[in-house]
């Protein structure tokens, strides 16, 4: 293709895309095979020799290998990132697993911010422990603490960026030099940002993943994960992959191919709605403390500001009544939808004491920091007129319940 390559939109929309596609299509076809086949013995001979010549292939042997929809949905993730290689999962742990897995031996140590993905943190504390692979937590924005972390067997930070459920956002170029200066790896867990918001891999992250179930599929019909990195991280991931078997399948990377094609036009939304929801938030009396970094009042805003194009469509709020308020307040909105996941373009809203964390004792998730109260919003790209009615009629009712 000639030079389209510029703006983030025109990526997202011919990024990846084969000119021309078979048949002359517009879209990429969903390849819908679970093998391939060769003409001859020489032509398999031929493709075997290229493949240990370690020549970049992009034709399929068997569907655990690779697919073409896939290969065209990697492609744009990666042109999306700046990436030289992107690699889709069947679903976002897959990818943080694998990767994980891939990285790290027996005795390698691992740091990871405190505010994290559930079972993210289940793996390290289970599986990776079993391993003899012994993780360090540290609180997000706390550089000293994650100094004093540091050993000589430490080969990997991962965070994420924001994170979950608190929105916070470290200081990525800092982390970076730190870690390397110890011959470390930094992973970021990029979900709630999107390359819309932030390319990690230009403020000095190694690997980068998304739930690409998220903002990147964008309509709540797909799970998918994807690593984006060098070629030279990439590479060797995928041939975990085929061991390990984590694959997307064909038509779940069409959808995701079609999603990828709004992602510019959905964050501006996202980021506006979430801008919109926070700020009308902060101002009411049922509302405790709302956690946001577009607002000035989030201990990140500084950071977050200079990082990041927009804040995204997340805004977690403690109601007041804890968890009888906080349900309350979700029982009375009429525009989301109750239940986990965000990114798409249905607003969902949650409880995470309730659903998330559910299964920890309130001690248990008072260490964590996941309070009773605490509501996780995730705004779609409904009108936010519409959102913040809805929360005004919820929030009066509250009131009057109290
Ligand atoms: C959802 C999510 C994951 C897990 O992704 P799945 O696609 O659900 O497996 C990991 N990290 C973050 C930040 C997420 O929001």
Redesign the pocket.
Same mark, same amino acid.
């Given at each position: 293709m000639t030079q389209l390559q510029s703006g983030f939109s025109t990526r997202a929309v011919h990024g990846g895309e084969a000119r021309p596609n078979p048949y002359r299509a517009v879209t990429t076809p969903i390849v819908q095979t679970s093998t391939y086949t060769f003409e001859s013995t020489a032509d398999v001979r031929a493709f075997k020799e290229a493949q240990q010549s370690g020549a970049p292939q992009r034709r399929g042997e068997y569907g655990r290998y690779g697919n073409p929809t896939q290969w065209a949905a990697e492609d744009k993730i990666a042109a999306l990132e700046g990436a030289e290689e992107a690699l889709l999962f069947s #679903?976002?742990?897959?990818a943080?697993t694998t990767a994980l897995l891939a990285l790290l031996s027996p005795g390698d140590h691992l740091i990871v911010t405190q505010d994290l993905?559930r079972?993210?943190r289940q793996f390290c504390n289970t599986l990776l422990q079993r391993m003899g692979i012994a993780t360090s937590y540290v609180p997000v924005g706390d550089i000293a603490a994650l100094e004093a972390a540091l050993r000589p067997q430490t080969r990997l930070l991962f965070t994420?960026l924001p994170t979950?459920p608190y929105l916070r956002v470290v200081d990525l170029e800092r982390i970076a030099d730190l870690v390397h200066a110890r011959g470390a790896r930094l992973f970021v867990?990029s979900?709630?940002a999107t390359p819309y918001n932030l390319r990690p891999l230009e403020h000095g992250a190694d690997l980068v993943?998304h #739930?690409?179930?998220?903002y990147l599929g964008g309509h709540n019909d797909l799970?998918?994960?994807v690593l984006v990195g060098p070629s030279s991280l990439i590479g060797p991931l995928r041939e975990v992959q085929g061991m390990l078997g984590g694959v997307v399948d064909p038509g779940c990377a069409y959808l995701l191919l079609r999603g990828l094609k709004t992602l510019g036009l959905r964050m501006e939304r996202h980021n506006e709605n979430g801008l919109r929801v926070a700020r009308f938030l902060e101002g009411q009396p049922a509302v405790a403390h709302v956690w946001y970094p577009g607002l000035p009042s989030h201990p990140d805003h500084a950071i977050a500001t200079r990082l990041l194009r927009g804040f995204g469509g997340v805004v977690s709020f403690e109601v007041r009544g804890g968890m009888e308020g906080a349900a309350a307040l979700i029982d009375a909105l009429r525009v989301p939808l109750i239940g986990p996941?965000?990114g798409g373009v249905e607003s969902l809203v949650e409880q995470p004491a309730l659903m998330s964390h559910y299964e920890l004792d309130p001690v248990e998730r008072a260490a964590i920091g996941v309070t009773d109260g605490l509501v996780r919003y995730a705004l779609g790209i409904e009108d936010a007129d519409d959102l913040i009615a809805d929360l005004e009629q919820a929030l009066a009712k509250v009131l009057v319940g109290s």
């Open positions: #679903s976002g742990m897959n943080v993905y079972k993210t994420e979950n867990d979900t709630f993943v #739930s690409a179930t998220k799970l998918a994960g996941s965000l």
